[in-house]
Each structure stands twice: as C-alpha cells, then as structure tokens.
C-alpha cells in the first residue's frame, strides 16, 4: 500500500479556546492512539490534511510527531457543520504484527455484458473495510464485471481475496447494472422481431 509522509508536533491537552486559537493558525488537533502505545495528543496543518483528507486513495500515514515516527493509518474526521472544515482527526497505530484494518478504494475493471446490451452501471459501494497484515494491503481491490447482466449486482461477499479478510458486510451491493428506458425498448425490439 502506498505511504505518505506528515510531520506533526504534540500539543497539550487544553480548553476550547486554545484549541480555537490553534485552528485559526492552520492547525488541526489530532490524536495517534493503538494497542500498543499511549493516546498521543499532536496537531497537523491543514494543508498536509487535505493530501490524506480530500482523496479517494488510502495510505499508511508516517507520522513525525517532534522526530519520533510512528505508522498508522487515518481512522475518523470530525468536521465543522457548516463549513465542513475538519475539527479533529483520529489515527490508529498499526505494526507488522498486527492486522490492519483500513478502507481501502474499489477499482471498477472490463466492461459489462449488462452495460453493452443498455444497462447502466451503478457504483453504490467506493470503498471496502478490509483487515491484512500490513505488507499484505492493496492500495485498491479491482472489481471485474465483464460478465455482469442487466439486473444483477456484485456484493461485498462476491469479493474473494487471498491474505485478505473482506469486513464489509456480505450483502452490501458494490456495483450493479440496472435496466434503462433504451435497453427495455432494445429488449422490446428484439422480441418483436424474433416473434415475426
């Protein structure tokens, strides 16, 4: 899986107002937590958020936090209501001898059966939760839907993945092809013409 770099520096756990003041610099208060170590309390600009924040892609984050690094991965964002600002953010400590779990993007491949006779293909699920060891992780889990039919669907049980557990729930639909006004007509004309 891909990595990026954040350099970080840790901040005392203070009132409101000093967590305020520290926004408005450009700095947003996160927290590195995991198994193995203590909640360490550290802030990161804005700006090298949004490289982690404002991306489909998922990463292993290595985080400096005043020249100790640690790998872990982004857990949750808390966000501001109304200017969608981010407010906090959590990380999670991960290490080559734990699991990992992490959301990690699909890759939609091949074109559908269902598509070319008319279908539209409809991605309802851009992400799945997977766990693996950390050298195991995939930047993305390709979906092939060459033989996917108008009205079916792929769901997250279909995905079959060596040393890699799929922690999506099994009926969640990834992707499926719905029929269209032109492939009902496309159908129609073709069972006229085979009933002539």
């Given amino acids: 899986m891909k990595s990026i770099s954040l350099k970080g520096s840790s901040r005392e756990i203070t009132k409101k107002t000093a967590i305020k003041a520290m926004r408005r ?13 203590k909640n360490i309390h550290f802030a990161l600009s804005d700006r090298d958020l949004m490289l982690i924040l404002n991306t489909p892609n998922s990463y292993i984050v290595n985080l400096d936090i005043d020249g100790k690094t640690y790998d872990a991965v982004f857990h949750s964002a808390q966000f501001h209501p109304v200017t969608d600002e981010p407010l906090h953010i959590d990380f999670l400590a991960v290490s080559e001898t734990r699991p990992v779990v992490i959301n990690v993007p699909v890759v939609i491949k091949g074109n559908s059966d269902g598509v070319r006779q008319g279908g539209k293909l409809i991605l309802t699920t851009r992400k799945v939760k997977i766990s693996a060891a950390l050298k195991d992780l995939p ?8 033989d996917l039919k108008i009205g079916k669907s ?8 060596e040393k890699i557990q799929v922690l999506t729930p099994k009926t969640t639909i990834i992707c499926s092809v719905k029929m269209t006004r032109a492939a009902i007509g496309a159908a129609a004309a073709a069972a006229s013409a085979a009933g002539k």
């Fill in 25 to 37: 610099e450009g700095q947003i208060p996160c927290v590195l937590y995991g198994p193995e170590i």
């Fill in 139 to 146: 930047d993305n889990i390709d979906i092939d839907i060459t």
């Fill in 154 to 161: 792929i769901v997250a049980g279909d995905i079959k993945l």
